[in-house]
């Protein structure tokens, strides 16, 4: 069965705290893995996509990389406003549905 | 920025009355999601449209829950009766249909049942 889980639950950090959330997954193939952030009350923003192993993309102080087997989102020198939820989803061949993990509440503090 | 609208925002129903969701996709974006995601949860997916073709339901609960898109713009989202464990947001998606872009979701539909 395909699945994604994400870790920590939960990440208070001090502003310029830099560090990372993580995301691991199995699914049969994956076709991509898929980064948001979710602000309370809100539906979640797009990110990131990531295809294939070795893969990095960046936004700001966000970037994101693949393995085979997971995917992190590093937070460089992260600011108040980065404090959200940060949900990691993936997307197995032949479908568009996204299997979503239960996402990294990120708290940063001034 | 375009947008995926919701409404309403927010709903509060009691128990056993019927409820219903509206989106209104970005324009153009020929796939349409319905997701519901409970409180402390990943989202999950209720329904997706190509157009107007349903293309995935399997996790719909079709007994009480009902979707339709009819000219493959614009969908509501219907329950029929609402039950407690119905509490949760509802999310609208839309996406081209180009495989790799990001769904652009709407701001949801927080429902309440008392």
């Known amino acids: 069965e395909d699945q994604v889980t994400q870790s920590p639950e939960a990440l208070r950090l001090q502003e310029g705290e830099s560090s990372s959330l993580n995301c691991s997954y199995t699914?049969?193939?994956?076709?991509?893995l898929f980064w948001y952030r979710q602000d309370p009350g809100k539906g979640p923003e797009f990110l990131f996509t990531l295809y294939s192993a070795g893969e990095e993309k960046e936004k700001e102080r966000l970037k994101a990389t693949l393995t085979k087997k997971e995917s992190f989102l590093h937070i460089t020198a992260p600011k108040p406003e980065d404090s959200a939820t940060y949900l990691c989803a993936v997307q197995a061949p032949g479908t568009d549905k996204l299997i979503f993990g239960t996402g990294t509440r990120l708290q940063v503090f001034p | 920025e375009a947008e995926v609208a919701q409404s309403p925002r927010y709903k509060i129903t009691e128990k056993s009355q019927a409820v219903a969701f509206w989106c209104d996709p970005i324009?153009?974006?020929?796939?349409l999601y319905w997701y519901r995601q409970i409180l402390g949860q990943g989202p999950e997916l209720l329904v997706q449209f190509q157009d107007e073709s349903v293309v995935d339901d399997s996790q719909l609960p079709k007994d009480r829950f009902s979707a339709e898109r009819l000219k493959g713009v614009d969908s509501t989202l219907k329950i029929q009766p609402a039950e407690l464990g119905d509490s949760a947001m509802y999310l609208c998606?839309?996406?081209?249909?180009?495989f790799g872009y990001g769904y652009t979701f709407g701001s949801g539909t927080r429902l309440t049942v008392v």
């Open positions: 324009s153009g974006h020929a796939t």
């Open positions: 998606a839309s996406s081209p249909r180009t």
């Open positions: 699914v049969s193939g994956l076709r991509g």
